[in-house]
């Protein structure tokens, strides 16, 4: 697609759900990344793709995260047992393969899916 | 460890000109970006500059590079209304962007 897609723009959840987000990069490109961004806060990195394998996944704040990528595509984060700090905006970005930095890794973002936890 | 460091408020009059500043602390940062992130929207590339630059300048806006002292700067002229934003700057790691916490723009009539 023309941009980075994510859904939902907004989800409300009751604590102990499971919850799942979606993230469609930008076609062609090969690099994906999640962040989490509470309120007022900066990025926090969560975990990075690339094509479908992930070998970042350090960002991931417990075993109740976990995260997908298929077909080089489409992504999906996954959260189990959902708690109030969950709370938070959850970003994904995309970028043309990193080519071993020798050229800016330019990242584009989605808007973002903002969950709240009740 | 990696550390990307700037402030919080920068509160500026319609008009006047803007001044980001960011201190990174990786010497081998290849690449510094400049991000905005306007209310309820992810983040927006605005401009990068390569390490063995010292000046970009694109419309409005200018970056300063000082390499040795690892600062850099956003300089947006003619502040408008529209630039209310929170802008971040980062340095990238291998695959990584290493990100500030944002300086949130205020515009004051």
């Known amino acids: 697609g023309a941009g980075v897609s994510q859904s939902p723009s907004n989800k409300v959840t009751e604590k102990g759900k499971d919850v799942e987000l979606r993230c469609d990069p930008i076609s062609g490109h090969t690099a994906l990344y999640w962040y989490r961004q509470s309120l007022g806060q900066g990025l926090e990195f969560l975990i990075y793709f690339q094509g479908n394998s992930a070998p970042d996944k350090s960002g991931l704040p417990s075993d109740r995260f976990s995260a997908e990528r298929t077909g080089g595509s489409v992504s999906t984060l996954t959260i189990q047992r959902t708690q109030q700090e969950d709370s938070a905006v959850y970003l994904c970005a995309s970028s043309l393969d990193w080519a071993g930095g020798t050229g800016a890794n330019v990242l584009t973002f989605g808007a973002g899916s903002r969950l709240t936890v009740l | 460890g990696e550390d990307v460091e700037q402030s919080l408020f920068l509160s500026v009059r319609e008009g006047d000109s803007s001044v980001i500043n960011c201190t990174y602390t990786d010497s081998s940062s290849t690449y510094l970006y400049w991000y905005k992130q306007e209310p309820g929207a992810g983040l927006q590339l605005l401009t990068y500059?390569?390490?063995n630059m010292d000046m970009k300048q694109d419309q409005r806006l200018t970056v300063l590079l000082n390499k040795k002292d690892k600062h850099l700067s956003l300089r947006i002229a003619d502040t408008q209304t529209g630039d209310s934003a929170i802008y971040f700057c980062a340095e990238n790691s291998n695959y990584q962007l290493i990100w500030g916490a944002g300086t949130k723009l205020i515009i004051k009539p």
């Open positions: 500059i390569f390490s």
